[in-house]
């Protein structure tokens, strides 16, 4: 043991010599390269880019190295540098960077290297200018040495991908399963690298006890199709894997899957609301998952409506959406897709402008048939209702309605009728017994929900006829009646003159009676003028007290200005009536000393002569019959 020990001691140090010997040879007489005795080589955690702790370079490490490169010229100087490894006898190009010193300027790379394997690796740092007798280069052994902790593979030594067929876009994942064959619990994780992209993708660390196995994967996604080739391994921050756990894969990537959407028809009428039927199509590939969201916007505000999941397969799919009852200042409907864990190319949402349906109801005309009907006769009417809106209308109510007092016509009334759009309907109906004369006005009215639409029409009726008319009695019957009284009012008419010229008066004086002859002719007729329109009345002579002008119903006296005591009386004559042999019990009696006296009843002022008494009378007022009596 001491042997081996004794003997590593010794190469490290002759490779170390070897190496500063070959950086004194090969320096530049303008660049200098650091004597590779003075690197700082260290073993770092890959993850973290800082040191790991072990003081050797073990089997599994990643190692950084830092050197200095020095111009020693005042003249600035343009190249590059450039890191090569050994490998089955041919150098490898590891890491290279464009560079530029200014005079007398020192640079300071850093390069890390790794995972480093177990046994001698040969480095080579060299600097290349745009002058080939510039050109300088050095080289460098590292001794890797085993490590205690040995990670392999638990089965076969290829990764498995998870979500074949691979889309533009699709998550993939890679795995393998790793075993600890160590003494001590370590970490690892899964790293893939696509040379032509650049770009690496790393897993999850994961924590293997010794003796056991586990998972390690990794995640990735491709945003371009094609073939794609990468690289795999398995990294430990302490190092200590195997070979075996890394390789290199084939990938086949398709292009990424597409998502389209439509509109196949739209309609919003009064009586169902929106109805929209729309479409989505999957391009060719496997069933996707996709979100669908409904919204609508009103006056710009945008209200979600609806939202839910739905699986896609290829091909297209028919889809609808109603809204039973939408607000009148709906403005438009907006439908967006997205796709569930995947990713597809942009899916461009569908907007829909709305317009609200609004019926327009007209009459183009309306007809009578007969064109004059007859009273009595039945009268058709024919209109034509005409829908020149965007919409069928709901079922409505026509109704025919006289204008002169708003009388509708039961007859003919309709319900129930609808009107398409762009339609146009003849409704006919008719009136019974028609009855007006001459010239009608009616109306007819359409009427569905906020919709109300007029119309006129003139009915032309004949006249009656004269020998047409007919009374709603017997005329044999009214006639025969009718002379039957006129022959007894003139009878009695007669008996009651005769019995008043021979009665005598009741009043003793010398005085002769006076008969009613006599009395009509000391009443007869006289003119008065109306004060206020001078209308000319014919009132009896004898008469005092108010009358009333027919013509501007101004009441005013006659008869008065004699006799003072009636000024500002409404007095009204009643025609007296004079009755013999009647008891002065039977009568209420009513007495004065002038021509004036009052009713007993109602003390209504009343003109009787003295020289006529005493006299029944009757008062106007309250057609109370009395006595009038002397005073004295």
């Not at 010794?210 to 390690?216: A, K, L, M």
């Not at 003390?603 to 009787?608: A, I, R």
Request: proline share 5%.
């Amino acid at each position: 043991m001491k042997h081996t020990a004794n003997f590593a001691i010794t190469v490290v140090f002759l490779l170390l010599f070897t190496g500063s010997v070959r950086a004194e040879v090969e320096e530049s007489p303008s660049l200098t390269i650091q004597d590779s005795n003075f690197w700082i080589i260290e073993a770092i955690d890959q993850t973290t880019s800082s040191s790991n702790g072990n003081s050797t370079v073990s089997d599994g490490d990643y190692v950084r190295i830092s050197l200095e490169v020095y111009n020693n010229v005042d003249l600035s100087i343009n190249g590059s540098w450039e890191l090569k490894v050994l490998s089955n006898g041919i150098w490898h190009t590891s890491m290279f960077q464009n560079e530029s010193w200014l005079p007398y300027e020192t640079k300071s790379p850093e390069i890390t290297i790794g995972p480093m394997v177990e046994g001698t690796i040969s480095m080579m740092f060299e600097v290349q200018t745009f002058d080939p007798s510039l050109n300088i280069s050095v080289t460098k052994d590292i001794r890797v040495a085993p490590n205690p902790i040995i990670f392999s593979s638990a089965g076969d030594s290829v990764i498995a991908i998870t979500g074949e067929p691979a889309y533009v876009g699709d998550k993939l994942t890679a795995s393998i399963l790793v075993k600890n064959q160590g003494e001590v619990e370590g970490t690892v994780f899964l790293r893939l690298t696509h040379d032509e992209s650049s770009t690496s993708y790393y897993g999850q660390n994961v924590t293997i006890s010794p003796g056991s196995s586990r998972e390690v994967s990794v995640s990735f996604e491709f945003p371009t199709p094609g073939m794609k080739e990468f690289r795999w391994d398995v990294i430990s921050s302490i190092g200590g894997v195997s070979l075996e756990l890394n390789g290199s894969h084939n990938l086949i990537i398709m292009p990424q899957q597409q998502v389209q959407s439509g509109i196949n028809s739209l309609a919003w009428t009064i009586s169902s609301g929106i109805e929209l039927e729309y479409w989505v199509s999957l391009s060719d590939g496997p069933s996707r998952e996709i979100e669908i969201s409904i919204g609508e916007y009103q006056a710009g505000l945008f209200t979600e409506l609806q939202r839910f999941p739905m699986k896609l397969d290829q091909g297209v799919r028919n889809l609808d959406f109603k809204i039973p009852n939408p607000d009148s200042n709906l403005d438009r409907i907006r439908i967006t897709i997205s796709p569930l864990y995947w990713t597809s190319g942009q899916i461009a949402d569908l907007f829909v402008e709305l317009t609200r349906p609004q019926p327009i109801i007209q009459i183009t005309s309306c007809t009578q048939t007969p064109e004059i009907v007859d009273i009595h006769a039945t009268v058709s009417l024919e209109c034509t209702f005409t829908n020149i809106g965007n919409s069928d209308s709901l079922p409505g109510d026509i109704t025919i309605m006289r204008v002169s007092d708003g009388m509708l016509y039961d007859e003919a009334e309709k319900n129930s009728i609808s009107i398409s759009t762009g339609e146009s309907k003849v409704i006919s109906t008719s009136i019974q017994e028609w009855q007006n004369e001459g010239s009608t006005p009616l109306q007819v009215r359409y009427s569905s929900g906020a919709t109300l639409t007029t119309g006129n029409i003139t009915i032309q009726a004949n006249q009656l006829p004269s020998e047409g008319f007919k009374l709603p009695f017997d005329t044999t019957a009214a006639l025969l009646g009718a002379v039957s009284g006129v022959v007894i009012m003139m009878v009695a008419l007669v008996l009651w003159r005769v019995a008043t010229e021979r009665t005598p008066s009741t009043v003793t004086e010398s005085k002769p009676s006076i008969s009613r002859i006599e009395k009509r002719r000391e009443s007869d007729n006289i003119e008065v003028s109306c004060p206020t329109c001078s209308q000319r009345l014919s009132i009896p002579g004898g008469h005092v007290g108010r009358v009333r002008c027919p013509a501007c119903t101004n009441s005013f006296e006659v008869g008065v200005k004699n006799n003072p005591s009636l000024e500002g009386s409404s007095i009204e004559i009643e025609e007296q009536v004079e009755k013999e042999n009647v008891s002065e019990d039977k009568f209420l009696n009513s007495s004065s000393d002038s021509d004036i006296l009052s009713c007993p009843s109602c003390e209504q002022l009343l003109k009787v002569p003295l020289e006529k008494r005493p006299i029944m009378s009757r008062c106007p007022a309250c057609r109370t019959e009395f006595k009038a009596l002397r005073g004295d």
